[in-house]
């Protein structure tokens, strides 16, 4: 199953209703951190989990 179309659908409501993209990150970590945010996905402890380049 194909989940990508249900994100997108769930991002546009949360746009029409005012709810920021941002509000929905609820962890970051670096690059060079990936595995711990993969195994904090895992644990399903986050909304949206986002890896950012240590650039």
């Keep these: ?3 990508y179309p ?3 659908h769930f991002l546009q409501r949360a746009e029409r209703i005012g709810l ?3 509000d929905l990150v609820t962890h970051r970590f670096p690059l060079s951190r990936i595995q711990e945010g ?4 895992l ?3 986050g909304i949206k989990i986002m ?3 240590d650039a």
């Design 20 to 22: 920021s993209m941002e």
């Design 6 to 8: 249900n994100a997108y």
């Design 43 to 45: 644990r399903q402890e």
């Design 38 to 41: 993969f195994e904090t996905n």
């Design 51 to 53: 890896i950012e380049n």
């Design 1 to 3: 199953m194909n989940e």
